[in-house]
């Protein structure tokens, strides 16, 4: 059941340098810098987005995931699933407006997975970069690196899958779009979603909480994912896998890491859902061919390497 959960908002990513990480999400992502604050964090979007931003990058001394942001369609709702958040038993915290520079107040509350998420309804609109609403060209013509077109979604490793599935779907009206299961019942991965897309946040079963796997960027084509490997290679930036399909989802895809080590996915393609869509199941001995479809077994690397 929808509860007014519209989509993702906005990630918060922590990194060491925030000069080499600006450069990183702009030149090579094609992120577009949009504005900093008091705090010296900086924010991002990218060109299809119509809100002011989707990412927030704050310098720290360890990388990974602050909060992970969904937007919802009016303050009423962001009312409504505070008291429900509460009921659940979860700890809430009132983010007050200005926060985040052009948002509204936020609900603040911790997954059983450990990850912090908040709820907002209110954010500054700038409409989509360099195109508007008006008359709108087909894109920008001064857009850089890979060019993403959106923040799409989170992949986030950590234990209680179970009681956060009974939290996002009874609370947040999430739907399970894909799932992994063991010989013995047990959910291993979850894909959830409050749209039409494949998922719009994802879980891993892990025994430490609150860990950070990637943030992911849309791109249109299965031609821009080659062209983002090409620039990969031509920056020297560290690559994880790819580019390839996955399994789970569809999607076409290539992971690499931002210049602290928080990984990131570009991806094209993907699988839709509709609310009447039974989930997906993979088993648990299929994992490899569900993630890397191509190669049909999974790199250390993308298992071990959390922020």
């Not at 009016?74 to 926060?99: I, N, Y």
């Not at 430490?208 to 290679?233: C, K, M, Q």
Request: hydrophobic share 35%; glycine share 8%.
């Amino acid at each position: 059941m929808k509860k007014g959960v519209m989509r993702p908002g906005h990630v918060q990513i922590r990194v060491l340098d925030l000069d080499e990480a600006v450069k990183h999400y702009v030149d090579l992502l094609g992120l577009i810098e949009m504005d900093r604050d008091d705090q010296g964090r900086v924010y991002l979007k990218a060109w299809t987005e119509v809100d002011k931003f989707s990412v927030v990058l704050r310098e720290a001394d360890q990388p990974g995931m602050d909060f992970m942001g969904f937007k919802c369609l009016s303050e009423e709702v962001v009312d409504q699933l505070r008291t429900e958040l509460v009921e659940f038993g979860c700890q809430v915290e009132d983010v007050p407006a200005g926060e985040l520079n052009s948002c509204g107040r936020r609900v603040r509350f911790v997954a059983p997975t450990g990850h912090a998420f908040e709820l907002f309804a209110t954010k500054e609109q700038t409409g989509k970069w360099g195109v508007g609403n008006h008359n709108p060209e087909a894109w920008p013509r001064d857009l850089k690196g890979m060019k993403a077109t959106r923040f799409d979604h989170c992949l986030l490793y950590g234990p209680n899958l179970d009681r956060t599935w009974d939290l996002f779907r009874d609370v947040l009206g999430f739907d399970l779009a894909e799932q992994v299961v063991t010989p013995d019942g047990k959910r291993v991965a979850q894909f959830l979603t409050a749209s039409m897309k494949a998922h719009d946040v994802a879980f891993i079963d892990h025994p430490e909480p609150g860990r950070f796997h990637h943030a992911s960027f849309y791109l249109e084509t299965w031609e821009n994912v080659l062209r983002a490997a090409d620039l990969i290679s031509m920056t020297d930036t560290s690559i994880d896998i790819g580019p390839t399909r996955h399994g789970l989802t569809h999607g076409q895809t290539i992971y690499f890491f931002d210049p602290s080590g928080n990984r990131n996915e570009v991806f094209a393609g993907g699988d839709y859902h509709y609310p009447d869509h039974e989930p997906v199941t993979w088993d648990a001995d299929k994992l490899g061919k569900a993630i890397f479809y191509h190669d049909c077994q999974l790199n250390e690397r993308f298992l071990t390497a959390l922020t």
